[in-house]
């Protein structure tokens, strides 16, 4: 089956840092990619997405690219700030066959911390 | 833009009672709606997929007649839990994805805290 796998929190950086956050996944077909972040108190939020191989993701400084040849989607921002605290979490899309939609597979979640 | 309201935020409840949490999707119509369960430090969960005007398709280990899914609109789909445990006690959250675009991403709900006593 498919799955997702990132990397475990809580990860915890001074504002400006680099900020890199492994997902890499399992899946048969050629699935969509995405990060998704849910900011304290809130619900979940798409933050980027990729639909094929080599695609790159962008929204709000956050990239990730869509790499088969390593099966990963690796989340990156060159100088995070307070406001982006919150849980990130890696997801797969794969159509659902019963219901001709997408259903989809996330990973655990990390929670990032970014400190004045 | 698209939004998808889910009530109650948090419901505490007596062991052997019932909880009903409702998603609905405020501006948009949705045939299917997702059910997720979420443990702590646990990956999202899917539990049942919920169809308008059929029954809900249930993900392996999830049991039906615990979880009851009505999706009896194109904006309101329903999770109840029934004769809840303890062990019930988690963060529940829906998604729905607006039928007007191919392209659309799901959208979420705020999430269901349950803690059953």
């Known amino acids: 089956g498919n799955s997702v796998t990132q990397m475990e929190g809580p990860v915890t950086l001074s504002e400006e840092a680099f900020l890199t956050i492994n997902c890499t996944y399992t899946a048969t077909g050629y699935p969509s990619l995405f990060w998704y972040v849910q900011y304290p108190g809130e619900g979940l939020q798409l933050l980027l997405k990729a639909t094929k191989a080599d695609d790159k993701g962008s929204n709000k400084g956050f990239e990730a690219t869509y790499r088969k040849e390593t099966t990963s989607f690796h989340l990156e921002k060159g100088s995070v700030q307070v406001s982006d605290s919150a849980v990130y979490f890696c997801a797969l899309s794969a159509l659902y066959s019963g219901a001709g939609s997408y259903q989809l597979t996330f990973g655990k979640g990390t929670k990032l911390s970014v400190i004045p | 833009g698209a939004v998808v309201s889910q009530h109650p935020s948090r419901v505490i409840c007596k062991s052997g009672t019932s909880v009903k949490i409702e998603c609905r999707s405020l501006?948009?119509?949705?045939?299917?709606m997702f059910w997720y369960r979420q443990f702590p430090k646990q990956s999202l969960m899917l539990m049942a997929t919920?169809?308008?005007?059929?029954?809900?398709?249930?993900e392996q280990g999830v049991e039906k007649d615990k979880f009851l899914i009505n999706h009896a609109s194109l904006t309101l789909s329903t999770l109840t839990v029934t004769s809840a445990h303890p062990e019930d006690s988690s963060f529940y959250i829906c998604?729905?994805?607006?039928?007007?675009?191919?392209?659309?991403?799901?959208?979420f709900g705020n999430g269901t805290r349950l803690t059953v006593t």
């Open positions: 501006d948009f119509q949705a045939t299917t």
């Open positions: 998604s729905a994805r607006d039928l007007r675009w191919d392209n659309s991403p799901l959208h």
């Open positions: 919920s169809n308008e005007g059929s029954k809900a398709t249930y």
